[in-house]
């Protein structure tokens, strides 16, 4: 019976259901590193982060999953092995994870009872445990309390940070350039609390800097001062090593995005970045490469943008989630490993920010940028719906860059003409066969598909179906015993 579910999965247009599913892009060490995809059964992620090369997946259920490089033991599974599919972590669930969040090679998690736990690489203290030594396990940061109810968690490149549901700032691990705002110490190896003066109500942690927004939208930065990524006047870059406002900004701040070398700030009207921008991270162009004045995105400026995120040298932002023609994803920046999503083949770095277009056919729910990889949570749109989201671009003149997913080569150009000569050009290519470029990520395989076969783990029970394979090759010949599965295949994990 479930070899017969498998092959009736095999039928479906795109494999992934109504609830949407995972797509991983880059080093994620899913799939040997080939775009792929996987979702959960009868649960769904309602939070992702990456780290350098490691992911954290937190589930509706209270589920942590865990997957990707684990060479300080940063995954909290006991071991250092790497592990290259979403295995959850059995200590955590009878008290259901709230929080996790990706360092450099450390993770942090909250639970529901309002525990803080941490794993992973420890050199400067950074999992708050009081000393230096590295952990396998998820172990227990006693400084937290159920007096401390933890609003939101971040992690950098040796650096951590955790803001309380009442506005208070704690902050711990290495501050050798004054990242973590605590002015003249060298790392500390217990939280510490950082006082601006005002409630505190979300904060980011960078490679060798941070940010953090107050109750009132106002942003200030701190941490190693160098290729303008603080945002701050000269004369404020004398006290980097505490936080000082960035007075470049007079909106209200919404959300703030800290990467290796470059800040991304959200207000309710524009994305601002600055910083190093020499892999097109800032989204400028090809004639700004570096700016210590925060700089409006152009690009950007025509889209409700709900959220953004950054990894080590590249960027990505996606529109408003209560609009069916909305949930659209740009990427920019760093193109390696194919990290921005923009095609299988496509390593190219992108100095604007470029239309997903792949993924026209879905709705853009979660995103989260790694050091080397990208992982996104998005969801069918409703039948039908791409025909209006793409009548909306047209008539929205959309500016930001559109990359074909598909062809001999990469294909650029903007949607700057007006909709009656889009129309007309539309006419000569039907619409189907623009909808045809934008199917599915990974794009399904033009051999025949295979069923698939049920396989078993030591962590949880897991079965994958397939949905494209590079050659036509039976499964018997493919050299995967049981308990092996194939990388170029989409996993279902219950």
């Avoid at 736990?117 to 400067?124: I, M, P």
């Avoid at 006082?195 to 942003?219: F, N, Q, R, W």
């Avoid at 069916?324 to 760093?334: E, P, Q, R, V, W």
Wanted: charged share 20%.
């Amino acid at each position: 019976m479930r070899q017969n579910l498998f092959s009736l999965k095999l039928t479906l247009p795109f494999c992934v259901s109504e609830s949407g599913a995972v797509f991983t892009f880059g080093k994620s060490k899913f799939a040997e590193d080939i775009p792929s995809k996987f979702w959960f059964k009868n649960d769904k992620p309602v939070l992702i982060s990456c780290g350098d090369e490691h992911t954290a997946i937190v589930t509706g259920n209270g589920k942590l999953y865990m997957f990707g490089s684990n060479n300080w033991g940063q995954l909290g599974l006991g071991s250092k092995n790497t592990v290259s599919k979403p295995t959850c972590v059995k200590a955590l669930k009878p008290e259901k994870t709230k929080l996790a969040v990706c360092g450099r090679n450390h993770t942090l998690v909250y639970t529901e009872k309002g525990n803080v736990y941490a794993a992973g690489g420890n050199s400067e203290g950074q999992l708050g445990l009081g000393d230096t030594e590295e952990r396998t396990t998820f172990h227990l940061i006693s400084f937290f309390t159920n007096q401390h109810k933890i609003k939101q968690l971040a992690a950098g490149s040796y650096t951590s940070a955790a803001v309380t549901e009442d506005g208070q700032l704690f902050v711990w691990g290495d501050n050798s350039e004054g990242q973590i705002g605590l002015a003249d110490e060298a790392c500390v190896s217990v939280p510490c609390q950082v006082d601006v003066g005002k409630p505190v109500s979300s904060v980011s942690c960078g490679y060798y800097h941070s940010a953090l927004i107050t109750g009132d939208g106002e942003l200030y930065t701190f941490g190693e001062p160098e290729n303008g990524k603080l945002g701050l006047l000269p004369e404020q870059l004398k006290n980097n090593r505490v936080p000082q406002p960035v007075l470049g900004i007079m909106e209200k701040v919404n959300k703030v995005a800290c990467g290796g070398e470059h800040t991304v700030v959200l207000t309710e009207t524009d994305v601002y970045t600055f910083g190093l921008g020499q892999y097109g991270q800032l989204g400028h162009g090809t004639f700004i490469f570096e700016t210590s004045v925060p700089k409006s995105v152009k690009h950007l400026r025509r889209h409700k943008i709900c959220n953004i995120t950054c990894g080590e040298n590249h960027t990505a932002t996606y529109t408003n989630l209560l609009d069916l023609k909305n949930g659209l994803m740009f990427t920019f920046g760093d193109g390696r490993h194919g990290k921005l999503g923009l095609g299988e083949e496509n390593f190219t770095n992108q100095f604007d920010p470029t239309l997903c277009y792949n993924f026209l056919r879905f709705t853009v729910l979660l995103v989260a940028c790694g050091g080397c990889h990208m992982l996104v949570f998005a969801a069918p749109r409703p039948k039908g719906s791409e025909e209006v989201l793409l009548e909306d671009l047209y008539e929205s003149h959309l500016t930001a860059t559109i990359s074909k997913m598909s062809g001999d080569s990469l294909l650029t150009n903007t949607l700057q003409l007006t909709s009656a000569r889009m129309r007309r050009r539309e006419r000569e290519k039907s619409p189907e066969q623009f909808i045809r470029m934008a199917q599915t990520l990974p794009p399904l395989g033009r051999s025949s598909l295979k069923s698939s076969l049920p396989v078993t783990s030591n962590t949880s029970p897991l079965c994958f179906s397939a949905t494209s394979l590079p050659k036509a090759v039976p499964t018997k010949d493919r050299g995967h015993e049981k308990g092996e599965v194939s990388p170029h295949l989409a996993a279902v994990f219950s």
